[in-house]
């Protein structure tokens, strides 16, 4: 496709459920990026990808959030036991190449997340 | 602790005359500098960066400027168009081995007609 696209644009869960939110990078991005956006905050790292392999996780804030590239294109971010606090848009970006000085990452619209 | 400040959550200009945005970090590992502008309900987009080596880039309208000794950073817009209306993000990387972006928490700018 044209851009990042990410589904679904909103999800609605009870806290305690499991979701899965999906991103579909630029194709052919080599680099793939997993960020949180509180609201009126900046976006916050979770986790990167280098083609399938998960090469920083660092941002995850807790065991609850795993995050999948099997095939080095689609990603999933899986959300275990969801909590109010996991309410936020979680954005997806990739890059062509490889981490690196001059990468410029490109986001998709993001999924807004909303646990009651 | 933020490493990456907006201290101005919003600004007002009138259309035509120049915008400026300012952003302040506090790590000096930060080596690549970027600014993303975002519409309600839509992911951030790409509008211009820098690279540390440098104190100056521009592309059209848009102009960045980098000032390594006070870690500050400024963008501006001239002339300034009812369309710029958005949030502006600073951000920065250099840190991590994924070099993720380090965001500011934005500046809603309104451009008025």
């Known amino acids: 496709g044209a851009g990042v696209s990410q589904s679904p644009r909103y999800k609605v869960a009870k806290r305690g459920q499991d979701v899965a939110l999906r991103c579909d990078p630029i194709?052919?991005?080599?680099?793939l990026f997993w960020y949180q956006q509180a609201l009126g905050q900046g976006p916050e790292f979770l986790t990167y990808?280098?083609?399938?392999?998960?090469?920083?996780k660092s941002g995850l804030p807790s065991d609850r959030f795993f995050a999948e590239r099997p095939e080095g294109s689609v990603s999933t971010l899986k959300i275990q036991r969801t909590q109010q606090e996991d309410s936020a848009v979680y954005l997806c970006?990739?890059?062509?190449?490889?981490?690196?000085?001059?990468?410029?990452?490109?986001f998709g619209a993001g999924t807004r997340l909303s646990v009651l | 602790d933020q490493q990456v400040k907006q201290n101005s959550p919003s600004l007002s200009v009138q259309e035509g005359r120049i915008s400026i945005l300012n952003c302040d970090y506090t790590?000096?590992?930060?080596?690549?500098f970027l600014w993303y502008k975002k519409y309600p309900a839509e992911g951030p987009t790409f509008l211009i960066s820098?690279?540390?080596?440098?104190d100056k880039n521009e592309d059209g309208r848009f102009t960045v400027f980098l000032n390594k000794s006070a870690k500050h950073l400024s963008l501006h817009i001239v002339p300034s168009q009812p369309g710029d209306s958005a949030v502006y993000f600073c951000?920065?990387?250099?840190?991590?081995?994924?070099?993720?972006?380090?965001f500011g928490s934005g500046t809603q700018l309104t451009v008025l007609p």
């Open positions: 970006a990739s890059s062509l190449t490889v981490a690196g000085p001059t990468n410029i990452q490109y």
């Open positions: 194709s052919g991005h080599v680099s």
């Open positions: 990808f280098q083609n399938e392999a998960q090469l920083d």
């Open positions: 790590n000096s590992m930060f080596d690549y």
């Open positions: 820098i690279s540390s080596i440098k």
């Open positions: 951000a920065a990387s250099g840190t991590g081995s994924a070099r993720q972006l380090t």
